[in-house]
């Protein structure tokens, strides 16, 4: 078993999952830094989250973003030449949509902007949705410098809403009142 430290870092350079050699202010290594940061607000939000279907939803999204990252990581990332779990289909926009539009169906119409609180399940739901379009605008920037397929960022912006939508899913369940701005 390697060692989980390498001292490359030490000099504040990293490796590219091709071997490619980089600093790690690199705008690729910030967009999948700010993809791992989302997947850990993701996992803090798990340990709170009450709704069953939720939580089960929140566990494959983990999974889908370690995908996400690993091809962000990699500068010759190929989906023909790739291993199944590190891809990214537009299956998976349907199946946000169809969870999205599901929840919806049983949700108060929303009339007005709500303020992002409530449960401490929905609290942390929205704090990812935050943090997954702060990962969705990185990924958009380097996407003018190096290939990143569209789906990833599509993925990347429907998967703000289906948080957004997750937060009021925790909200109801618990009670909570959503507050108008």
């Given amino acids: 078993m390697p060692k989980i430290y390498t001292k490359r870092g030490d000099a504040g350079r990293t490796s590219l999952f091709d071997g490619t050699d980089v600093p790690k202010s690199e705008p690729r290594v910030d967009a999948y ?6 997947n850990a607000a993701i996992g803090v939000a798990r340990s709170f989250v009450e709704d069953p279907s939720v ?11 370690f995908a996400v990252g690993a091809q962000l990581a990699d500068p010759k990332y190929d989906p023909a030449k790739r291993q ?6 537009e299956e998976r926009i349907v199946e946000f949509e169809k ?13 007005a902007f709500i303020l992002p609180a409530g449960t401490r ?16 605008r990185r990924v ?4 003018g410098s190096v290939r990143v397929a569209p789906v990833v960022i599509k993925y990347m912006n429907r998967l ?10 925790e909200n109801a369940r618990g ?6 701005w």
């Fill in 140 to 143: 958009v920037e380097i996407s």
């Fill in 160 to 169: 703000s809403d289906l948080l957004f939508v997750m937060a009021r899913v």
């Fill in 175 to 180: 009670g909570e009142q959503q507050v108008e």
């Fill in 55 to 65: 939580d089960g939803a929140l566990a494959s999204i983990q999974k889908d973003l």
């Fill in 33 to 38: 830094g700010d993809v791992d940061e989302l």
């Fill in 121 to 136: 399940g929905a609290a942390h739901l929205h704090l990812a949705r935050t943090v997954c379009r702060r990962a969705e």
């Fill in 99 to 111: 969870l999205i539009d599901g929840w919806e169906e049983k949700l108060t119409p929303l009339r």
């Fill in 84 to 89: 199944e779990k590190t891809l990214i289909t």
